[in-house]
């Protein structure tokens, strides 16, 4: 199974000013999220378990990254990545992806932790 970069974006509302909604986990309109997972739909279930319903978009790199809009609408870039990883388990399966980056200037916020927990039911 491949796993690819899926580009996660939020909304004009984070805007990051004085009169714009603070997003609860500080993401903002001009940087992104990336979910690494083996297909689109998952991406999606991926980013409303860590999320909810406080992003945008979900795009997979040829529309976000190789065409340029990245670049063009998103400034500042990475803000989160959410690694998609193999374990071995008792049962066979998988594990879910695990924080792997966390907001730039708050890296030493919390140890990193598994979003087990808030995937659980969404596969």
């Known amino acids: 199974m491949e796993i690819e970069p899926y ?7 984070y805007s990051g000013s004085p009169s714009g909604t603070p997003h609860p986990l500080g993401m903002h309109k001009d940087g992104y999220a990336v979910i690494e997972a083996p297909n689109l739909e998952m991406a999606r ?9 406080k992003y945008a ?3 997979p790199k040829s529309e976000f990254i190789d065409d340029g809009t990245a670049a063009k609408w998103h400034h500042s870039g990475e803000m989160l990545r959410l690694a998609w990883e193999w374990m071995p388990t008792d049962t066979g399966g998988i594990v879910p992806p695990y ?8 890296e030493d916020d919390q140890p990193k932790t598994s ?3 808030t995937t659980k039911g969404t596969a």
Do not use: C, L, N
């Open 45 to 53: 279930r991926i980013a409303h378990a860590i999320f909810g319903d």
């Open 99 to 106: 924080i792997t980056d966390r907001i730039p200037g708050h």
């Open 7 to 13: 580009y996660v974006t939020f909304g004009v509302q």
């Open 57 to 59: 978009f979900i795009y």
């Open 115 to 117: 979003t087990e927990e």
